[in-house]
């Protein structure tokens, strides 16, 4: 059935939860924002949902899982009660009856509902829910700020704080849109990242451990005991790692076919930085800088899995959660193109672009700061004297690179602090005194303001 727009609706999502005491009756109460219908054994948490175009019904997520359908993959997790293990629509392990089956709207909710991570499908590396599906500008933002480790130095407290609202009602916001509160969404970030460590890289588990975010090795370890029923020393040896050098790291990051990575190397390749970027053979490159530390980026697609393969150099493990996160968002790897077809089709005109190029993204950027300069200099001047003059900033105030990034990438882009200060010479002057402005900005912390 579809809905008005903005019409509000519910989405029953079923979460077990186990107790060793008897059964108790059935009873009604509720739970911050969310309503809940609950006994001893299920709690069923309904949720309004706001978007018209997220139909994702008990119906939707049943076929979703008997057609193992991709378009569904990272938007719908199933938990099966007689294994506790919650799993992707994809996962190629044979069905679970439809009386043993649960469906939750994000990892977290059914990690939160005490469901572990199925080995086989690795919910680690589905791609991540839609930021616009169904949720608020503040849950937004929210999570934006939680995959740059908001909650990794300070509390929900704080995180709240910085969103202008209160912690109680930022867990009602995150209760009502993702079923999990804010905690339980970084808690299953850094899990899943440091699952994926464990199962394609080297990394010693001390370093694993540092690089997702735990504060000790112990609490690391506790965790994995608690999710996955056995330590991480055991998953690793579960795990196929491909050989990389020191430094060197690889991962395949999923996303919801189809993916025009054609049309999107298409976009960056005439606003490449030189120096900096390069768009070549179906591959793109950068360099990147974090926390001052350098390192060099490289992006192909892998059409076969559904999946980009990022090649990040760096030598600070700590930094591969935060760099991971900025390629998630700059190849826009959350989208599901399904639901942007389904609207931008009732347009004729789109409809037959559509037709043209399935899979159409939105192309981010590594830095908004680097975007914001860009934006500015195409103001004064055509797309290519920008991309020019952007790659002379970098040679005159960036920094030299410090790994080998081969003959094309040599230098960083500059930091706010550096050109807040500097002439500019050759840019022209109204565009040398905004950049001056924006760099002030950025530098005080202000909007487009991010870690790094």
């Not at 997702?212 to 370890?221: H, K, L, P, T, W």
């Not at 994995?224 to 055991?234: D, I, N």
């Not at 005194?433 to 202000?446: F, H, K, L, S, T």
């Amino acid at each position: 059935m579809r809905h008005p727009v903005g019409e509000r609706r519910r989405v029953r999502v079923r979460v077990n939860i186990r107790r060793a005491r008897g059964r108790a009756g059935w009873n009604r109460t509720s739970l911050l924002a969310g309503e809940i219908t609950f006994n001893a054994d299920r709690i069923f948490l309904l949720f309004p949902c706001a978007d018209d175009h997220v139909d994702l019904d008990e119906q939707t997520c049943e076929q979703a899982r008997l057609n193992y359908d991709a378009r569904y993959d990272g938007r719908v997790f199933i938990g099966v009660t007689t294994t506790g293990v919650y799993c992707r629509p994809i996962c190629p392990t044979p069905h679970a009856k439809r009386s043993h089956v649960q469906y939750f709207p994000t990892a977290a909710a059914a990690a939160q509902a005490g469901f572990r991570p199925c080995l086989r499908c690795r919910p680690e590396v589905a791609p991540g829910t839609p930021a616009w599906n169904g949720t608020s500008t503040t849950v937004n933002r929210g999570l934006r700020l939680i995959a740059e480790g908001a909650l990794d130095e300070a509390g929900v407290e704080r995180l709240a704080e910085r969103l202008g609202v209160t912690s109680r009602h930022l867990s009602r916001l995150f209760l009502r849109h993702l079923g999990a509160l804010p905690t339980a969404v970084a808690r299953t970030r850094r899990l899943h990242f440091a699952k994926q460590l464990i199962s394609d890289t080297n990394l010693p588990m001390t370093q694993v451990a540092l690089a997702s975010g735990f504060g000790s090795i112990r609490r690391f370890n506790d965790v994995f005991r608690q999710y996955y029923g056995r330590p991480p020393s055991e998953l690793r040896r579960l795990g196929k790692r491909p050989g990389s050098s020191e430094g060197e790291y690889v991962f395949q990051l999923a996303y919801r076919p189809p993916y025009a990575w054609n049309a999107l190397l298409a976009f960056l390749a005439p606003r490449a930085i030189p120096g900096v970027e390069a768009v070549r053979d179906g591959t793109y490159r950068r360099v990147i800088a974090l926390r001052d530390v350098h390192g060099l980026l490289e992006v192909t697609q892998r059409p076969e899995k559904h999946a980009l393969r990022v090649r990040v150099q760096l030598h600070r493990p700590e930094l591969l959660l935060q760099a991971i996160s900025r390629v998630r968002a700059m190849f826009d790897l959350n989208a599901a193109p399904e639901l942007i077809q389904q609207d931008l089709r009732r347009d004729r005109l789109l409809a037959s672009y559509l037709r043209l190029c399935p899979g159409l993204r939105l192309p981010g950027a590594w830095d908004p700061f680097e975007l914001v300069v860009h934006a500015i200099l195409a103001q004064e001047t055509s797309l290519e004297d920008s991309a020019g003059l952007m790659g002379r900033l970098a040679e005159r105030y960036g920094e030299p690179l410090t790994v080998s990034g081969g003959i094309d990438l040599a230098r960083t882009f500059p930091q706010p602090p550096t050109l807040a200060v500097s002439d500019l010479a050759g840019i022209p002057p109204a565009a040398s005194n905004m950049i001056r402005a924006a760099a002030r900005r950025r530098r005080a912390g202000g909007p487009g303001h991010a870690r790094g």
